[in-house]
């Protein structure tokens, strides 16, 4: 989708940038990565795997333009979203509530009109959300970089515990 609207828009903010959903952006050193990274394997320990779909396109004021999870999937996604943002304890200068899948931002109204029209209004996208990704910025490629993976094991012993989730 990002391809296809290159073609029809030109370069458009996170054209390059690999799909995910947003859950928190955070500044930290090397070494809080590493105390990061613990934290996100006790979080994820908990959470349950989910069916995931999305469904129809949407727009946010500040020019994104992207794919929203359908009326059941969203409730999931967003009780996934705040149990790591509160479980989480490394300060955050973002958290995101509203669970989206971002194609393009800062797009402008006309390029916004644009994509509107080049893609159908309805589409089936489907996965399951097994995991958290920890992705790192990469000044030299000027990208978000993977760095580590942590999967939902769905373990209600856990530390954080099951019950918070849901």
């Not at 290159?6 to 458009?12: D, L, M, P, Y």
């Not at 779909?53 to 794919?67: D, H, I, R, V, W």
């Not at 893609?119 to 580590?148: G, H, M, W």
Request: proline content about 6%.
């Amino acid at each position: 989708m990002k391809d296809q609207l290159a073609e029809e828009i030109g370069w458009f903010n996170s054209k390059n940038s690999l799909a995910h959903i947003t859950i928190n952006e955070f500044m930290a050193s090397e070494k809080q990565i590493e105390f990061i990274k613990k934290e996100l394997i006790l979080i994820c320990d908990s959470i349950k795997p989910v069916a995931v779909s999305l469904k129809t396109f949407g727009t946010y004021p500040n020019g994104a333009f992207f794919l929203a999870p359908d009326e059941i999937t969203k409730p999931e996604l967003k009780s996934i979203l705040q149990y790591v943002n509160q479980a989480f304890n490394t300060n955050t200068r973002f958290k995101n509530s509203e669970p989206h899948l971002s194609i393009a931002r800062k797009l402008s109204p006309e390029k916004i009109e644009k994509a509107y029209r080049l893609f159908p209004s309805a589409v089936a996208l489907n996965f399951i959300c097994d995991s958290i990704t920890l992705r790192c910025y990469n000044p030299d490629v000027k990208q978000f970089e993977i760095v580590s993976s942590f999967p939902f094991n769905n373990n209600p012993d856990s530390f954080y515990g099951q019950g918070t989730l849901f």
